[in-house]
């Protein structure tokens, strides 16, 4: 695809749980209205959510993927809820450390434990599930790419196996590269993807986790550099390689995209003091921001990873992914005040992304892009 972007978009809209408060402080109801109130049309369900909703209802959390009557019964009523509130539930997530696993009876048992959620997707009224890249790092586990789509060749053929069995909708895997794993570019993602060769497995987008490693640098007080010192530099990598993704994933192959922006860091307040935590982590769950919030410090040009998925011809949800300490704070305001902050912000991603030249058309297009977005930057971020 080489022309413009249309100024508007057929994507609906869409929100994850845990971007709507800490299920600590917050019932997944009352998150539910909120989102629904601000008119987001897609629910991306994440498991601790779930889980607590099973207790509220009196059934234990641990056990939230047993397929008893009573489990079921609470799945379909949350799925009757999210319906009745003028939403769909667009998935669950996260599965973690799934693919990889070198001893058999453990990679036979994990694998298992996906093919559990498959009667509560069905209750739920949901088609995906998907999964984060490995980021175990030990000996027992590989990143080889045959075995790793071997593995997501499994999870797609037991999905397939099962929607046989019942008759539903055909269940579907996403893969999901994350900026701290092996796996941490939507290339080498992709790739797996691709040699996984399965209809019903398909590419997660989350412009965090590119633009986390594709960008960014959360320990360069500019916030990028990660190669090159300038802005425009660090950018100009980024739309090479978003350029593409256009030119070599077919829209139909993404299942989902996530979007988030995040906020400028002094380094020294994102410093792991662990060493099993990976570097990005208390950056990615404490500071994420919705999109263009550049007056809470939001400096990630997710503008072009919007545009770049949009290019491909994919028509599913735009959905936030945002993880911010804010949403940890007790009160009733908490989730409308996200929920609104969110919508705004997607309203001016889309404005913002269909307003870019096509910088996967070529040269000239690209350098147009980059002033733009640099542009956009450092008209409010002078730290940049």
Same mark, same amino acid.
């Given at each position: 695809?080489?022309?413009?972007l249309?100024?508007?978009?057929? =994507?609906? *809209?869409?929100?994850?749980? *845990?971007s709507l408060?800490?299920?600590?402080e917050?019932?997944?109801?009352?998150?539910?209205?909120?989102a629904?109130?601000?008119?987001?049309r897609?629910?991306?369900?994440?498991?601790?959510?779930w889980e607590?909703?099973?207790?509220?209802?009196?059934?234990?959390?641990?056990?939230?993927w047993?397929? &008893?009557p009573?489990?079921?019964?609470?799945?379909r009523?949350?799925?009757?809820?999210?319906?009745?509130?003028?939403m769909?539930?667009?998935?669950?997530?996260?599965?973690r450390?799934?693919?990889?696993?070198?001893?058999p009876?453990?990679r036979?048992?994990?694998l @298992?434990?996906?093919?559990?959620r498959?009667?509560?997707?069905?209750?739920?009224?949901? @088609?995906?599930?998907?999964?984060?890249?490995n980021?175990?790092t030990?000996?027992?586990?590989?990143?080889?790419? =045959?075995?790793?789509?071997?593995?997501?060749? !499994?999870?797609? @053929?037991?999905?397939?196996?099962?929607t046989?069995?019942?008759?539903?909708?055909?269940?579907? #895997?996403?893969?999901?590269?994350l900026s701290?794993?092996?796996?941490?570019?939507w290339?080498?993602?992709?790739?797996?993807?691709?040699f996984?060769?399965r209809?019903?497995v398909?590419?997660?987008v989350?412009?965090?986790n590119?633009?986390?490693?594709?960008?960014?640098?959360?320990?360069?007080p @500019?916030?990028h550099?990660?190669?090159?010192?300038?802005?425009?530099?660090?950018?100009?990598?980024?739309?090479?390689?978003?350029?593409?993704?256009?030119? &070599?994933?077919?829209?139909?192959?993404?299942?989902?995209?996530?979007? $988030?922006?995040?906020?400028?860091?002094n380094p020294a307040? #994102?410093?792991?003091? !662990?060493?099993?935590?990976?570097a990005?982590?208390?950056?990615s769950? $404490?500071?994420?921001?919705?999109?263009?919030?550049?007056?809470?410090?939001g400096y990630?040009p997710?503008?072009?990873?919007?545009?770049?998925?949009?290019?491909?011809?994919?028509? $599913?949800?735009?959905?936030?992914?945002?993880?911010?300490?804010?949403?940890n704070?007790?009160?009733? /305001?908490?989730?409308?005040? /996200?929920?609104?902050?969110?919508m705004?912000? *997607?309203?001016?991603?889309?404005?913002?992304?269909?307003? *870019?030249?096509?910088?996967?058309?070529?040269?000239?297009?690209?350098?147009?892009?980059v002033?733009m977005?640099?542009?956009?930057?450092r008209?409010?971020?002078?730290?940049?």
């Amino acid at each position: 695809m080489s022309k413009p972007l249309p100024p508007t978009v057929a =994507n609906e *809209l869409g929100i994850a749980t *845990l971007s709507l408060g800490n299920w600590r402080e917050h019932r997944l109801q009352s998150r539910l209205e909120a989102a629904a109130k601000a008119g987001y049309r897609w629910i991306d369900l994440f498991d601790e959510c779930w889980e607590n909703y099973l207790e509220e209802h009196g059934l234990p959390g641990d056990q939230m993927w047993e397929a &008893t009557p009573e489990n079921l019964q609470v799945a379909r009523k949350l799925g009757n809820l999210v319906k009745s509130l003028g939403m769909r539930i667009a998935c669950t997530q996260p599965l973690r450390k799934i693919e990889g696993i070198k001893d058999p009876v453990e990679r036979r048992a994990t694998l @298992d434990l996906v093919a559990k959620r498959f009667p509560f997707m069905r209750a739920f009224d949901t @088609d995906l599930v998907f999964m984060c890249a490995n980021i175990r790092t030990d000996s027992g586990v590989t990143s080889d790419l =045959n075995t790793v789509a071997k593995d997501l060749a !499994e999870l797609g @053929d037991m999905a397939a196996a099962f929607t046989k069995a019942d008759g539903g909708p055909m269940l579907k #895997i996403g893969y999901e590269g994350l900026s701290w794993a092996v796996r941490n570019t939507w290339s080498s993602s992709w790739e797996a993807v691709r040699f996984a060769n399965r209809p019903n497995v398909g590419l997660i987008v989350d412009a965090f986790n590119i633009l986390a490693v594709e960008f960014a640098d959360p320990h360069n007080p @500019d916030g990028h550099g990660r190669i090159f010192p300038t802005l425009g530099e660090s950018i100009e990598v980024l739309t090479a390689s978003l350029a593409a993704m256009v030119a &070599t994933v077919p829209g139909d192959r993404i299942f989902f995209f996530q979007c $988030g922006d995040a906020e400028l860091m002094n380094p020294a307040t #994102i410093l792991s003091t !662990e060493p099993d935590i990976p570097a990005r982590l208390p950056w990615s769950r $404490g500071h994420r921001l919705f999109p263009l919030e550049q007056s809470r410090g939001g400096y990630m040009p997710v503008e072009l990873v919007a545009a770049a998925v949009l290019a491909t011809g994919y028509q $599913g949800p735009i959905s936030l992914e945002v993880f911010n300490y804010s949403l940890n704070q007790p009160g009733e /305001h908490i989730p409308e005040a /996200h929920a609104a902050r969110g919508m705004c912000g *997607l309203r001016k991603l889309i404005a913002v992304a269909t307003a *870019l030249p096509p910088f996967w058309s070529g040269w000239l297009e690209a350098r147009k892009a980059v002033d733009m977005v640099v542009q956009r930057l450092r008209s409010n971020a002078s730290r940049l």
